[in-house]
């Protein structure tokens, strides 16, 4: 069993940075897809950055050059560094890891096995 707690969210102006931390603990997360989802308000859940175990990184088109995901594997961590935040950028952000076989998608939300109970980050005008 793996515990997922999310860190680092809150309220920025637009254009402004955040660093979101996912701290893991029940395993070592060495071998596992992490990602992160957000949820908008009115919206469905939707991917936003995953990293496997090899160290691949995916993103949406969306966040794509504003925001980058690193794992920390040795303190069992996983960031999200968010730049150049928009409005809609605003929305739950989750954590969530992969315990699967390599050939399952990093991007589809029902291939995770763990989430964390997100975390608010509210971007203004």
């Known amino acids: 069993q793996v515990q997922l707690v999310e860190s680092g969210g809150g309220l920025v102006q637009a254009g402004d940075s955040l660093r979101l931390s996912c701290a893991a603990s029940?395993?070592?997360?060495?071998?596992?897809?992490m990602g992160w989802f957000r949820r908008a308000p009115g919206k469905e859940r939707e991917f936003v950055a995953a990293?496997?175990?090899?160290?691949?990184?995916y993103y949406s088109d969306p966040v794509k050059g504003r925001f980058t995901i690193s794992r920390d594997n040795a303190n069992n961590t996983v960031y999200l560094q968010m730049n150049s935040l928009k409005p809609e950028d605003t929305a739950v952000y989750y954590c969530?890891?992969?315990?699967?076989?390599?050939?399952?998608?990093?991007?589809?939300?029902?291939?995770?096995?763990?989430w964390g109970q997100g975390t608010q980050v509210t971007v203004s005008s």
């Open positions: 029940g395993r070592t997360l060495g071998t596992y897809t």
């Open positions: 990293i496997r175990w090899n160290l691949n990184t």
């Open positions: 969530a890891a992969d315990r699967g076989s390599s050939g399952s998608s990093s991007v589809v939300a029902r291939n995770y096995d763990y």
